[in-house]
């Protein structure tokens, strides 16, 4: 009996494990490019990256702690989606065939800047196809306070009496 139930599990086990390998790829999904590069906690920021997928398959860490991510955005990737099919290029390798209907696609993972001190923080994406290289964000406080006050009185009417 012992023998039985030790096998049923092994056999899924099996099962689950091929399936995993078929979906699986592994690719470098570029160091993200930050828009804004400076932000304050709370303040939403578009990371581009390569091979992006979908909000729940994408992580995004500010440091060591985990952004909510609001959408991934993948504007002018259908050509180039439908190319790579055609091509038989996975998401992850450089399809030339397909250069001209990619140069237009550009893939972000929106995210908020979690409530950190003010600093330096690594940011890293990941999701099914692999882990990015550490980009850059720098939290800021007064980052989302543009007042326009150049540091001088222009309201002054001092005539130099």
Excluded: W
């Amino acid at each position: 009996m012992f023998l039985a139930f030790f096998l049923g599990p092994l056999v899924l086990g099996m099962g689950c494990e091929d399936d995993a390998e078929t979906y699986t790829l592994h690719c470098d999904l570029g160091t993200p490019v930050l828009n804004p590069a400076t932000a304050a906690p709370g303040q939403s920021v578009a990371a581009a990256a390569r091979a992006l997928t979908t909000v729940q398959d994408t992580v995004v860490r500010v440091g060591a702690t985990e952004a909510t991510v609001s959408e991934v955005q993948r504007p002018g990737c259908d050509d180039c989606d439908q190319c790579r099919t055609k091509s038989e290029c996975t998401r992850c390798d450089d399809c030339d065939a397909c250069a001209a209907d990619c140069a237009e696609c550009v893939e972000s993972a929106v995210f908020a800047v979690p409530m950190l001190a003010d600093g330096s923080y690594g940011v890293t994406i990941t999701n099914v196809h692999g882990q990015s290289p550490v980009g850059t964000l720098l939290v800021a406080r007064n980052a989302g306070d543009d007042t326009g006050d150049g540091g001088e009185d222009s309201g002054s009417d001092d005539s130099g009496d």
